[in-house]
């Protein structure tokens, strides 16, 4: 494969599925597969660097997962501080100049929480060279009905006309404003779940069978090339 081909897609977006269902396999406890995930994340920021793909966007924890048992989510807050203490003290994420965005209702988290993400965000800000965005509290319908209030304010503070919105202005006011080239499923499931239905509305989509925390670079290069093999005629 040819990193520099202009069929790479610049931005890729995966839905990580499969971690309880991988500790399982592993006689563990369902939630300790969530350690197995972070890990895999950390060679996918590899892969895509290597490969030229300018953007990721990863469904991480969605608006839903909050309705988990408080023992799997006092366990998944923790693995979340010791994974950003990790990256705010990372200094490949320098290096290679690596933004790094938390997309979603960021205020479910417990404080502590939401300082570590603020923290990365304000320190990555400047970066421009990979974009890494972690939808965090993240669902479709949610990102679309935030929009809708962001617009109605701007419409009661006479900050907009209800004539000039456009599909530009929706966009706008989404969590994320870049369209998505490619969305991958792991976990066997065949459905998006609410991932990006606004940005993902002409991505290529792929499901595998394989669990997140097995997903290996081949996987991905598999992916990529079948990314590169189709025509996209976006409706035309």
């Known amino acids: 494969m040819n990193p520099s081909s202009n069929k790479v897609p610049k931005h890729v977006c995966i839905v990580l599925d499969g971690n309880r269902r991988f500790s399982k396999k592993l006689m563990m406890k369902p939630w300790k597969g969530h350690e197995f995930g972070a890990e895999k994340v950390k060679k996918l920021l590899e892969w895509s660097i290597e490969l030229g793909i300018k953007e990721l966007t990863l469904y991480t924890f969605s608006y839903e997962n909050l309705n988990r048992p408080k023992k799997e989510l006092d366990y998944l807050m923790d693995l979340f501080k010791k994974e950003f203490d990790n990256v705010i003290n990372d200094k490949s994420i320098d290096e290679n100049e690596i933004m790094i965005n938390f997309i979603g209702r960021l205020n479910v988290f417990p404080q502590d929480v939401q300082e570590r993400m603020h923290k990365i965000m304000e320190k990555t800000k400047n ?61 066997g499931e065949k459905r998006t779940s609410g991932f990006l239905p606004w940005q993902g509305t002409y991505a290529e989509l792929i499901f595998l069978d394989k669990l997140w925390p097995e997903f290996e670079k081949e996987d991905f290069l598999h992916c990529i090339e079948e990314f590169k093999n189709r025509k996209r005629r976006f409706g035309k």
């Open 127 to 187: 970066y421009d060279k990979f974009i890494v965005n972690f939808a965090m509290g993240y669902g479709g319908r949610v990102e679309i009905i935030d929009a809708v209030r962001k617009i109605g304010e701007k419409i009661k503070e006479g900050k907009l006309d209800v004539k000039d919105i456009n599909e530009g202005t929706f966009k706008d006011n989404l969590y994320l404003k870049d369209d998505a080239d490619l969305i991958i499923r792991t976990g």
